[in-house]
């Protein structure tokens, strides 16, 4: 039996004057091969890191689900080549409209020597339509690369829980909620109390950082 969404879902998730505790969450770690099957099967690329134990960002309670936030990662061909400002029509997954807000709050920094900010889309959890056998944290980066960044390291703060983790009786429904929790992740960010919190130095910050999450 699927828990996939039957009823509309909420486009927007958060209070609008910011996140509350105990986000932000921060989380970090170095960029692995993951399980091969956001692009292939999904159409929707997702960067994996290494999750220790059941802790995230050091707190112990952090339920499986889906998360919106930014990410930022280290200096690579790949952040030279798709700055965050630039758009990209070959990423369909965000209404036109809402990406352009995106890239313009975007233009406040691009990428520089330090590396880049974008803002992103995870799961934390066990992905139970694939039976994972681990925990894990997959990131979808809401951009367009050409280039892998496999090795970076990606620093990322969580600004609000979007729903809980759900099986499905179809890999269509899988990719249809995948798709308005993208959606639901750009309008909650597009927000100026949410938009200001990709300025926070901590996602450019990677000297003395492990390979593991932490």
């Keep these: ?3 996939h969404h039957d009823s509309p879902r909420p486009l927007v998730t958060g209070p609008d004057d910011g996140p509350e505790p105990p986000y932000p969450l921060r989380l970090d770690g170095k960029v692995i ?3 091969g099957r956001g692009s292939s099967e999904l159409g929707i690329p997702t960067a994996n890191i290494p999750l220790s134990g059941l802790s995230v ?3 112990e309670d952090v339920d499986s689900g889906v998360y919106y936030g930014w ?3 280290s200096p690579s061909k790949a952040t030279h080549q798709h700055p965050p400002h630039t758009q990209n029509a070959k990423y369909s997954h965000l209404s036109s409209p809402l990406q352009e807000t995106l890239s313009s709050i975007a233009t406040e920094g691009g990428a520089s020597d ?3 900010v974008y803002p992103m889309c995870m799961s934390i959890g066990w992905n139970p339509f694939y039976k994972n056998t681990v925990r894990s944290v997959e990131v979808h980066i809401m951009h367009h690369f050409e280039t892998d960044f496999y090795g970076s390291h990606m620093n990322l703060s969580i600004l609000g829980f979007i729903r809980p983790e759900l099986d499905y009786v179809s890999k269509e429904k899988l990719i249809e909620d995948i798709k308005t929790d993208i ?6 960010l597009a927000r100026e109390p949410y938009a200001k ?3 926070d130095p901590y996602l450019l910050e990677f000297e003395g950082k492990g390979e593991v999450a932490s």
Excluded at 183 to 188: A, D, P
């Design 183 to 188: 959606e639901v992740s750009g309008r909650s």
């Design 1 to 3: 039996m699927s828990n």
């Design 33 to 35: 091969k993951g399980f």
């Design 57 to 59: 960002g050091g707190h």
């Design 114 to 116: 330090k590396g880049a």
């Design 71 to 73: 990410a930022g990662l």
């Design 197 to 199: 919190l990709r300025r």
